[in-house]
C-alpha cells in the first residue's frame, strides 16, 4: 500500500546496500558487547544535570501557547499532557510492540524491510553513516502493518493491525492540532502556511511514518548506542517514550539533556521541515537514545510531513531585515534524499549564504 508517496519514493531512489545496516544483532544470544557495537565512550558519554529541563505543556493550560513557543524557540522540544489520546491505546501499543520484539530473531527476519523499502523490521535508516552499529532494532509502518503483520503471525495479526491503524489515526489528528498551535504562537494563519491548506483536497494528504524502536537490555551500555544523534526529517515527531529513560537532547553550550519519561505524555520534536518553515526561529532537536542494563526499553515515534510535492520554505511573515530568508523551497522527497546522502549537513545544502 501507499507506494507513490515521498519517503517510500526516497528509499527507493537511495536503497540500504549494506545488509549489516539492516540487519540487527540476535541480541539474547550475546553476553558480552562485540566489537562490532562498541563505541568510544566519548561518544556514549552521559548527560548533564539541568535545573531546568525540557518544558512540559498542559494543553488544557491558557498559557499553552506562549510555553510552546518559548520552548520551541529554546529546545526545539516539548512534551504535552492532557493531549486526548486515550490512555488505553498507549498501553496497547506497547504491549503490541513488545510482543513483536519479544519474538525469536529468526522470525522477526521474516519481516525484514527489503533495501529499497521504508517499512519492515530492522536497523533505522541512519544506521547507514556509522560504522559502529546500534543497539537497537525498529519496526517501521505506514498505513496498514498488514504485509509485514502477516508473516510474523499468519493467524493472529488483527490486533497489531488494528492498534496500529488506530494509533496513526489517533497521532493525525493530535498532530495537526499541536502544529496549528505551533503556528499560531507565531501568529502564522493557515493561509500563510501554504504546506496546509493544500493538504486536505485529492491526493494532497499529509505523510506519515510510524517508528516502533526496541532498545534491548545491554550487557556494556557505557559503549553502547540505541540511537546515534539525529534531527528528526519531519514536520513534526510525536514521541511515545514509555516510562523507560534514555532519550536525551542536545543544548548548545550545555551538553546531553536527559529527557525525564511522563507518565501518558508525548514528547514533541520540531523536525527540520518545521525549522525551515518558521526560517529558524524554531530549533531543530538534536537527540539520541542510549540504552541500559536491566530494562528493556520500547519507544513509539510518528514522524509527520507535508503532501507529495508541496514546497516547503521559511513562511514570508517570517522574513524581514533583521530575518533575511535562510533557506529555498525543497519537496519532501527532496529534503529526504539530501539527508540520505548528507544526514546531520542537510539543512545546510539549502540554505542561502548569509
Ligand atoms: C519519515 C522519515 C523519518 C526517517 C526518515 C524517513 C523514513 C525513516 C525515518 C527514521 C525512523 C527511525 C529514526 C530515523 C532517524 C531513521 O533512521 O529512520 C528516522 C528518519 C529521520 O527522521 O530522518
Ligand atoms: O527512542 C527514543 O527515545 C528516540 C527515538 C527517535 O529519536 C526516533 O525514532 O527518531
Ligand atoms: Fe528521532
Given at each position: 500500500?501507499n507506494?507513490?508517496?515521498?519517503?517510500?519514493?526516497?528509499f527507493?531512489?537511495?536503497?540500504t546496500i549494506?545488509?549489516?545496516?539492516?540487519?540487527?544483532?540476535?541480541?539474547?544470544?550475546?553476553?558480552?558487547?562485540?566489537k562490532?557495537?562498541?563505541?568510544?565512550?566519548?561518544?556514549?558519554?552521559?548527560?548533564?544535570?539541568?535545573?531546568?529541563?525540557?518544558?512540559?505543556?498542559?494543553l488544557a493550560d491558557p498559557?499553552a501557547?506562549?510555553?510552546?513557543?518559548?520552548a520551541?524557540?529554546?529546545?526545539g522540544m516539548?512534551?504535552?499532557?492532557?493531549h486526548?489520546v486515550?490512555?488505553?491505546?498507549?498501553k496497547?501499543?506497547?504491549?503490541?510492540?513488545?510482543?513483536l520484539?519479544g519474538?525469536?530473531t529468526?522470525?522477526?527476519?521474516?519481516?525484514?524491510?527489503?533495501?529499497?523499502?521504508?517499512?519492515g523490521?530492522?536497523?533505522p535508516?541512519i544506521?547507514?553513516?556509522?560504522?559502529?552499529?546500534?543497539?537497537s532494532?525498529?519496526?517501521?509502518?505506514?498505513?496498514?502493518?498488514?504485509?509485514?503483520?502477516r508473516?510474523?503471525?499468519?493467524?493472529?495479526?488483527?490486533?497489531?493491525?488494528n492498534?496500529?491503524?488506530e494509533?496513526?489515526?489517533?497521532?493525525?489528528?493530535?498532530?495537526?492540532?499541536?502544529?496549528?498551535?505551533?503556528?499560531?504562537s507565531?501568529?502564522?494563519?493557515?493561509e500563510?502556511?501554504?504546506?496546509?491548506?493544500?493538504?486536505?483536497?485529492?491526493?494532497?494528504?499529509?505523510?506519515a511514518?510510524?517508528?516502533?524502536?526496541?532498545?534491548?537490555?545491554?550487557?556494556?551500555p557505557?559503549?553502547?548506542?540505541?540511537l546515534?544523534?539525529?534531527?528528526?526529517?519531519?514536520?513534526?515527531?510525536?514521541?511515545?517514550?514509555?516510562?523507560?529513560?534514555?532519550?536525551?537532547?542536545?543544548r548548545e553550550?550545555?551538553?546531553w539533556?536527559?529527557?525525564?519519561?511522563?507518565?501518558?505524555?508525548?514528547?514533541v520534536n520540531?523536525?527540520?521541515?518545521?525549522h525551515?518553515?518558521?526560517?529558524?526561529?524554531?530549533?531543530?532537536?538534536l537527540?539520541?537514545?542510549?540504552v541500559?542494563?536491566?530494562?528493556h526499553?520500547i519507544?513509539?515515534?510518528?514522524?509527520?510531513?507535508?503532501?507529495?510535492?508541496?514546497?516547503?520554505?521559511?513562511?514570508?511573515?517570517?522574513?524581514?531585515r533583521?530575518?533575511?530568508?535562510?533557506?529555498?523551497?525543497?519537496?519532501?522527497?527532496?529534503?529526504?534524499?539530501?539527508?540520505?546522502t548528507?544526514?546531520?549537513?542537510?539543512l545546510?545544502?539549502?540554505?542561502?549564504?548569509?
Amino acid at each position: 500500500m501507499n507506494n507513490n508517496n515521498s519517503i517510500s519514493a526516497s528509499f527507493k531512489t537511495n536503497p540500504t546496500i549494506n545488509l549489516d545496516h539492516i540487519i540487527p544483532l540476535d541480541f539474547k544470544t550475546v553476553l558480552k558487547l562485540p566489537k562490532s557495537h562498541s563505541w568510544s565512550t566519548t561518544t556514549t558519554s552521559t548527560h548533564v544535570e539541568v535545573d531546568e529541563g525540557v518544558p512540559v505543556v498542559d494543553l488544557a493550560d491558557p498559557e499553552a501557547l506562549t510555553l510552546i513557543r518559548g520552548a520551541c524557540e529554546k529546545w526545539g522540544m516539548f512534551q504535552v499532557t492532557n493531549h486526548g489520546v486515550p490512555i488505553k491505546l498507549l498501553k496497547q501499543i506497547e504491549f503490541q510492540s513488545k510482543k513483536l520484539f519479544g519474538l525469536p530473531t529468526n522470525q522477526k527476519l521474516l519481516a525484514v524491510r527489503s533495501p529499497e523499502e521504508c517499512t519492515g523490521y530492522g536497523l533505522p535508516r541512519i544506521s547507514t553513516f556509522f560504522s559502529k552499529l546500534f543497539w537497537s532494532e525498529g519496526f517501521s509502518i505506514m498505513g496498514s502493518p498488514l504485509h509485514h503483520a502477516r508473516q510474523l503471525w499468519p493467524n493472529h495479526h488483527f490486533d497489531f493491525c488494528n492498534v496500529m491503524v488506530e494509533y496513526q489515526k489517533e497521532l493525525m489528528g493530535l498532530t495537526e492540532r499541536i502544529l496549528g498551535l505551533m503556528f499560531t504562537s507565531l501568529d502564522l494563519t493557515q493561509e500563510d502556511v501554504k504546506c496546509f491548506s493544500e493538504s486536505k483536497n485529492g491526493s494532497k494528504h499529509p505523510q506519515a511514518l510510524l517508528q516502533l524502536n526496541s532498545y534491548p537490555i545491554c550487557p556494556d551500555p557505557t559503549r553502547a548506542m540505541g540511537l546515534a544523534p539525529h534531527t528528526d526529517s519531519s514536520l513534526l515527531t510525536l514521541l511515545y517514550q514509555t516510562n523507560i529513560s534514555g532519550l536525551q537532547v542536545f543544548r548548545e553550550n550545555v551538553g546531553w539533556v536527559l529527557v525525564n519519561p511522563i507518565s501518558g505524555a508525548f514528547v514533541v520534536n520540531v523536525g527540520d521541515l518545521m525549522h525551515i518553515i518558521c526560517n529558524g526561529r524554531f530549533k531543530t532537536a538534536l537527540h539520541r537514545a542510549l540504552v541500559n542494563q536491566t530494562h528493556h526499553r520500547i519507544s513509539v515515534a510518528y514522524f509527520y510531513g507535508p503532501p507529495k510535492d508541496v514546497n516547503i520554505s521559511p513562511s514570508i511573515k517570517l522574513v524581514d531585515r533583521d530575518h533575511p530568508i535562510l533557506y529555498r523551497p525543497v519537496t519532501w522527497k527532496e529534503f529526504l534524499d539530501s539527508k540520505a546522502t548528507h544526514f546531520n549537513k542537510a539543512l545546510d545544502f539549502i540554505r542561502f549564504d548569509v
